[in-house]
């Protein structure tokens, strides 16, 4: 994997705390700014960075698990990774009781209340002047100094190398993605294609795609131009033989009448016209009759009657019910021979405007429709000649009928099983029509991951001459720290006093002095130690101990060329106890530079001259003053000033390059309170106060001459009725006999968020998304 020095961090969280999940990219620089409300977990962030820190220098670090897990964790497993790009800088997965550490170059060194607490307040302030370890300098080892200097070329080799390919995979991204292709900027998959990141899981040149990044543009395209009026295909109706009732017309035909006493020819004049014979028999049989309903001749003689019963006794016989039962089964067969044309008919239908339609949606383009053509030819032959065999069997029922051969009903079923696959694929096609952007999007994702498959193919020969690159450079790193051991040594020791003494000069001029024979602090003829740490102010214990954590990052290193592997990590740099110092913390912070001779130094100037360059750092803080402070005087970029929080069940890192005000951060507590969040504390009914007259001043200003007025005037316009009295009492020094309950407090939060809701809803949608 190479590795380049502009891919961004990420940090990926399991069951750390409260933070059950977390999966973060921070920005490329080299310094982050995090912002993080108390409980919100950052402090065990610095803590699993300090582990790692402990790993290394070959301390037990077996309470990581029980110090770290979630308690909500089902498993009581949980895990810890930060990285740049797709390469670990370490990482602690927990088991149980069981840690598993990666941590082999970085060398992490934390500033936090722990660190406060085991190197200084545990000793009472004496500076721990056990400092045993060397540093391997390596000057005037010809051997390094070649060594060196071909790894610096090699890295900048490999750096114009990387950078022209960064270069070509933005000019494409930009000209095939955006302008062609037309995807959108703000998709996930698209802001996160970058060219290191395409480099991950490829060990080998991957396969040609499926589809190429020209036929997914021209997919766009036609997604571009479905007409507004487009015909879409219609589902078709189940085929039935219902209303033919098929099962008794089958026992119709094998049933066998016997035929009627009566002459031939009359017989046969009854099957020419039977429904006309039936219809004068109705009439006279229900009328009573004397006349003939057809040519009002008398019917009432002997001769005549006679031979109307006779064809009363016809029509009531079995032999005519069957004939009459056949014809009404050869009438029901002709209406769905001829049904059969006008269902062949939509079927056909049905395909075209499927075919005309699926046009536009590449994902579709190669979806048929089964043709039913074949078995409807099948079924239409089946009940032809079951329509002769009723035929027949109607002409003389008494005379034993070849049942057709034809399986019509499994025709059909198989008919229906076709209709219900070609309608779910109709379904399908009409839905992803009337939610096109979802299938644009589809492809666009597409059309992201296959720029990345097709680029890297194209350019596989570059790639893997940078892997060559990466390799010498891995190679040329162990060299140099062999070379360097076998070089001359500075003790650490001189290097950390010196840093020191530089530091506290820079803080407090001198008022304060390091002695670095016996590593003792003093003020004056005064040494600091034996209880005379209690001279000290809380501020300026706090500012000593970053000037000795800063100083005491030379006990990390045993070679010079362990100084480009240093990342530093503060949490809460400046508190509450030494905001008196927060401009030199902030300006030490912003100044800082290391050379690559070890030399630390405060004056910007140097930065980025005679090797001096700024350490990796990463700054989590709870402190809305620091993080504007540090904004304002561009400790960081803006890109990479971030904000963590709690969203859900997960927790999210967003930009933030915005400052708190005060009043978002007391608007956020209040709302916080009110959702049930956050638990109120002392802070609360402060917070409560300002942010009331703040709406008040700048939204009712007629109105807020005094907060109590503001309260009076909501009362009586909008019916809430502020606890105010408590809310002096929580924000004011006073005395109070009884502490009002969690639930009033929380009441009173409710309210102020109904006043700003009224006033100022902009204000809400702001803390919410923070």
């Known amino acids: ?13 399991e069951h750390l705390g409260p ?48 110090d770290l897990v979630s308690e909500e964790s089902p498993n009581k497993s949980g895990k810890f990774h930060f990285l740049r790009g797709a390469t670990s800088l370490g990482g602690l997965d927990l088991y149980n009781d069981v840690v598993i550490p990666d941590n082999e170059e970085t060398i992490f060194h934390v500033f936090s209340e722990d660190f406060i607490q085991d190197e200084l307040r545990d000793r009472s302030y004496e500076i721990n002047g056990n400092i045993t370890n060397e540093i391997t300098i390596g000057s005037g080892n010809g051997d390094l100094k070649e060594a060196q200097k071909e790894q ?54 991957p396969d040609k795609p499926a589809v190429s990044l020209s036929e997914i543009q021209d997919g766009l395209d036609r997604l571009k131009s479905i007409p507004g009026d487009a015909v879409y295909p219609e589902e078709i109706d189940h085929f039935s033989l219902d209303d033919l009732d098929f099962n008794n017309l089958i026992l119709s035909l094998k049933k066998n009448t016997s035929p009627a006493n009566i002459a031939e020819d009359i017989k046969k004049k009854f099957d020419e016209a039977p429904d006309f014979f039936k219809a004068g028999v109705d009439l006279v049989k229900s009328d009573n009759l004397s006349d003939c309903p057809f040519c009002e001749q008398d019917i009432t003689a002997p001769n005549v009657k006679r031979i109307i019963d006779t064809y009363i006794s016809y029509f009531e016989g079995e032999e005519e019910k069957h004939k009459e039962e056949l014809r009404q089964y050869w ?48 079924l239409e032959s089946a009940l032809s000649e079951l329509q002769e065999s009723v035929k027949t069997k109607g002409k003389n029922p008494a005379n034993s ?6 399986d019509v009903l499994g025709i059909i079923a198989k008919i229906n099983e076709t209709r219900e696959e070609n309608n779910t694929k109709v379904r399908k096609l009409n839905e992803i029509v009337n939610k096109a952007d979802e299938e644009r999007k589809s492809l666009q994702r597409r059309a992201c991951d296959v720029f990345k498959k ?14 060559t690159f990466e390799k010498s450079l891995k190679n040329l790193a162990e060299k140099v720290r062999d070379l360097e051991k076998l070089g001359p040594s500075q003790d650490a020791k001189k290097r950390v006093s010196e840093t020191f003494m530089f530091l506290l000069d820079q803080f407090f001029g001198d008022k304060y002095s390091f002695n670095e024979e016996n590593f003792t602090l003093s003020r004056g003829d005064v040494q600091l130690n034996n209880g005379n740490h209690r001279r000290l102010s809380d501020g300026e214990k706090s500012a000593i101990a970053f000037c000795y954590f800063v100083a005491s990052i030379h006990c990390k290193v045993t070679s010079n060329s362990d100084y480009e592997n240093l990342f530093l990590v503060f949490d809460d740099p400046v508190t509450s106890m030494s905001y008196d110092f927060i401009f030199s913390i902030v300006q030490t912070l912003k100044n ?6 070890g030399d630390i130094s405060t004056n910007p100037s140097k930065i980025g001259k ?104 909501l009362a009586g316009q909008e019916e809430i009725n502020i606890k105010s009295v408590m809310i002096n009492n929580l924000s004011h020094g006073t005395y109070m006999e009884e502490t009002p309950t969690p639930d009033d407090i929380k009441t009173a939060c409710e309210e102020v968020i109904q006043i700003v809701e009224k006033y100022a809803p902009g204000q809400i949608e702001l803390v919410r998304d923070q």
């Open 152 to 205: 610096e070329e090699i890295g900048i080799q490999r750096s114009e190398a990387f950078n022209g390919l960064q270069k070509t995979f933005d000019e494409k991204k930009n000209d095939l993605l955006k302008k062609k292709a037309n995807v959108n900027g703000q998709l996930n998959e698209y802001k996160q294609l970058s060219f290191e990141l395409s480099l991950e899981g490829f060990q080998n040149k």
């Open 1 to 13: 994997m190479i590795h380049k020095p502009n891919e961004p961090f990420k940090i990926s969280v």
């Open 331 to 378: 009438q029901a067969v002709k209406s769905k021979l001829n049904s059969l044309a006008g269902y062949q008919k939509k079927i056909s239908e049905q395909r075209l405007r499927f075919d005309n339609l699926k046009f536009y949606i590449s994902s579709q383009k190669h979806e048929e429709l089964s043709d039913c053509s074949d078995l409807l030819d099948q």
């Open 19 to 66: 933070i059950i999940a977390l999966d973060c990219e921070l920005s490329k620089n080299a310094q982050n700014l995090v912002f993080a409300r108390n409980g919100t977990g950052k402090s065990f962030l610095s803590r699993a960075f300090r582990f790692l820190d402990s790993h290394r220098q070959g301390k037990d670090i077996q309470t990581a698990p029980h």
């Open 592 to 597: 800082m530079s290391i050379s690559s001779q």
């Open 454 to 467: 097709e680029f890297v193919r194209d350019h596989w020969d570059d790639i893997e001459q940078l892997g």
């Open 401 to 406: 009928c070849v049942v057709p051969s034809g």
């Open 610 to 713: 005679e090797s001096y360059k700024r350490p990796d750092l990463l700054v989590l803080t709870h402190s809305a003053y620091f993080f504007n402070v540090a904004c304002s005087n561009k400790v960081v970029k803006s890109e990479a000033a971030f904000s963590l929080y709690r969203a859900g069940q997960a927790h999210i890192v967003s930009g933030m390059n915005k400052y708190i005000a005060p009043f978002q951060q007391q608007l956020k507590d209040v709302f916080e309170v009110s959702c049930g969040s956050l638990e109120a504390d002392h802070t609360t009914g402060n917070s409560i106060r300002s942010v009331l007259e703040a709406v008040g001043r700048f939204c009712q200003p007629d109105k807020t001459d005094s907060l109590t007025n503001f309260i009076t005037f």
